[in-house]
C-alpha cells in the first residue's frame, strides 16, 4: 500500500524499535532504551505492542527487526559498538527507507563521527528529543531538514556537512515516569548466579542517579551526562518495589557511577524501602562506591541498606599514576584502608585495575601487581584489569589525537580496553612486549579470584550450577574458559 506522506499517521499505527547491539557476560539489559520505551509509551501514548526493545544478548536483532517492520527504529551504542551500528543500519537502509535514530554515548561524545546511514543522531539523554522526533514522523511521516532544525540536542546531515543544535537542559529525574522493564526480555528476570554472593537472584536494575561529580581523566560519564543529578529516595524505592511486585526481585544491581555519594543519601533511601516492607524482601545490593568517600558512618549505611558487594575503581597500585587518573582525589591508601574497613563491617569487595596509562612506567605497572598481592591477602573478593584506552570527549582521547593514533573515522573496534596488543596510551619508552610481560603477570594473579569465586558457588549451589550448565553449556562454559584459562 502506498501512504500519503501529507496524512498525519496515527499513534496507534506507528511502530517503534530500539536496537542495542551490545552482548555481554553479565548480560544486563539495554536499561537506556528502557527509560526510552517507557517514556515514549507515556508521553507520546504510544500503544506498548507497538514499541519493542531488543538486543544481542537474547534476540536475533536483525530477524526480530525484520518481523516486527517498524516505522522508527533507534539504535543505541557505545564507542566499540559503532561499527556494528553503521553496518546495521546501512543494511536495514539497503532494504527499507525508513528513519534511524542513533542515540548512546559514543555520537554524544564524538558527533563528528556520524555517517549518513543515521537519519538522526541524539545528543546526551534520549528521552525528550526522540519523543519530540517521533512527534514530528507523526506529523510529516519523514524528518524534513527545516524541522530538525527546531529540536535541540540532535546532529544531522545537512548536504555533506553534520548540522548541530542547541543543547536541551536536563531533565529533572523525578519526571521521568518509572521504568518498565517489560520491555526487556524476560530472561533478564530468571534466576541467575551471583558469584559474589555465592547463590542464584532475580535481578532488579536501579539506576538512581545521572552522572558523577568526580572527573577522572579515562571517564567520559560526567563529559556525557552533565552536573550529577539524583533520583530522590522516594523514586528510588519505587523503583526497586515495581520489580519486587513485577518480577520477584531480590538482588538489587545498581547501575549508578556513583551510588554512595552520602551516608545521609544511603540512608534515606533505607527509610523509603523499610515504609514500604522491601528491606526484609532484598537479598543484597551491589553498587560502586569510592575509595575517598569510605568511612565508618558510610559503611554502616551500607550494611544497614544490604549493600554487601561494592565495586571500587582501583586502577593502579602507583601514587603517581593514581594522582593522574583521579585528579588527586584519591590515593594507594586510601584504597587499601577502604578495603580494609569495608572487609571490617563484612562488605565484599570488588575492584578494577588500569595498565598503559599516560606516563605510566613498569615499575609502576608492578606497584599494581603488589596491590592485587595486598588485596589477596586481604581476601578481597574479585578483581579484574583493563588496557588503558582513549575513548571520546576525555583527556585520553585528547592525547591520543595528538598523537595521531585516533580520528573521528577511526575502526572504534580497536578501542577494546582487554585487548593488550594495541595500547594506545603506552609510553613510547616501553615495547608493546613488555608492556604484555607486566600485564599478564598481574592476569595471571587475577585468576585467584576468579577460581574462588567460581568454587564458592558451585560448593553453595551445586544443584542449581549443574541446572544452569545444562541449560546453556555454551554460554556458561565460554565464560569459565574466559575467566580462568583465556588471558
Avoid at 13 to 18: A, D, K, P, T
Avoid at 22 to 28: I, T
Avoid at 148 to 161: A, D, Q, R
Avoid at 282 to 307: F, H, P, Q, S, Y
Wanted: charged share 30%.
Amino acid at each position: 500500500m502506498i501512504l500519503d506522506t501529507k496524512q498525519e499517521l496515527k499513534r496507534e499505527e506507528l511502530r517503534v524499535i530500539l536496537v542495542s547491539l551490545q552482548s555481554d557476560a553479565e548480560r544486563v539489559p539495554p536499561v537506556g532504551l528502557v527509560y526510552v520505551a517507557t517514556y515514549l509509551q507515556n508521553k507520546l501514548k504510544l500503544p506498548k505492542k507497538n514499541i519493542r526493545v531488543v538486543d544481542r544478548n537474547y534476540f536475533d536483532v536483525e530477524k526480530e527487526v525484520e518481523k516486527f517492520n517498524p516505522d522508527v527504529i533507534g539504535i543505541g551504542a557505545m564507542t566499540i559498538n559503532y561499527p556494528d551500528a553503521v553496518d546495521f543500519a546501512s543494511k536495514i537502509k539497503k532494504r527499507k527507507d525508513i528513519p534511524i535514530i542513533l542515540g548512546g554515548v559514543h555520537i554524544s561524545t564524538l558527533p563528528a563521527s556520524l555517517k549518513k546511514c543515521f537519519d538522526v543522531g541524539v545528543i546526551g539523554e534520549g528521552e525528550e528529543t526522540i519523543s519530540e522526533l517521533l512527534s514530528l514522523y507523526l506529523k510529516k511521516r519523514k524528518f524534513i531538514k527545516k524541522d530538525l532544525k527546531k529540536i535541540k540536542s540532535i546532529v544531522y546531515f545537512e548536504g555533506n556537512e553534520i548540522r548541530s543544535t542547541l543543547l536541551r537542559e536536563p531533565m529533572k529525574l523525578d519526571s521521568l515516569p518509572l521504568p518498565d522493564f517489560k520491555f526487556a526480555h524476560p530472561n533478564y528476570f530468571k534466576k541467575i548466579e551471583v558469584p559474589g554472593v555465592g547463590g542464584t537472584r532475580i535481578n532488579c536494575y536501579l539506576i538512581s542517579s545521572r552522572g558523577c561529580p568526580y572527573r577522572c581523566v579515562f571517564c567520559s560519564t560526567s563529559r556525557f551526562w552533565g552536573k550529577m543529578r539524583l533520583h530522590s529516595p522516594e523514586y528510588t524505592a519505587r523503583i526497586i518495589e515495581k520489580n519486587v511486585k513485577e518480577f520477584g526481585a531480590n538482588h538489587i544491581k545498581i547501575l549508578d557511577d556513583l551510588f554512595t555519594i552520602s551516608a545521609e543519601r544511603v540512608n534515606l533511601i533505607k527509610r523509603e524501602l523499610e515504609k514500604r516492607n522491601l528491606l526484609d524482601k532484598i537479598k543484597e545490593m551491589e553498587g560502586t562506591v569510592r575509595a575517598n568517600l569510605i568511612n565508618d558512618k558510610l559503611c554502616r549505611e551500607i550494611k544497614n541498606i544490604k549493600l554487601n558487594l561494592v565495586n571500587f575503581g582501583f586502577e593502579s597500585g602507583s601514587d603517581k599514576v593514581l594522582k593522574y587518573l583521579k585528579a588527586g582525589t584519591v590515593s594507594v591508601e586510601m584504597n587499601k584502608k577502604a578495603i580494609l574497613l569495608c572487609k571490617k563491617y563484612g562488605i565484599g569487595v570488588y575492584g578494577s585495575l588500569m595498565y598503559g596509562s599516560p606516563g605510566e612506567s613498569i615499575e609502576d605497572m608492578e606497584k599494581t601487581n603488589r596491590f592485587i598481592d595486598f588485596c589477596v591477602k586481604n581476601k578481597v573478593d574479585n578483581l579484574w584489569s583493563f588496557v588503558a584506552t582513549p575513548f571520546p570527549a576525555t583527556p585520553f582521547w585528547e592525547i591520543a589525537l595528538k598523537k595521531g593514533k585516533v580520528s573521528e573515522d577511526m575502526n572504534f573496534k580497536l578501542l577494546d580496553h582487554h585487548y593488550s596488543g594495541r595500547p594506545f596510551l603506552l609510553d613510547e619508552k616501553i615495547s608493546t612486549q613488555e608492556f604484555r610481560d607486566v600485564f599478564f603477570r598481574g592476569r595471571k594473579k587475577l585468576r585467584k579470584f576468579k577460581i574462588s569465586l567460581i568454587k564458592n558457588f558451585l560448593i553453595k549451589n551445586p544443584s542449581n550450577a549443574i541446572k544452569l550448565f545444562l541449560k546453556e553449556p555454551r554460554y556458561y562454559g565460554s565464560r569459565v574458559f574466559k575467566q580462568i584459562l583465556k588471558q
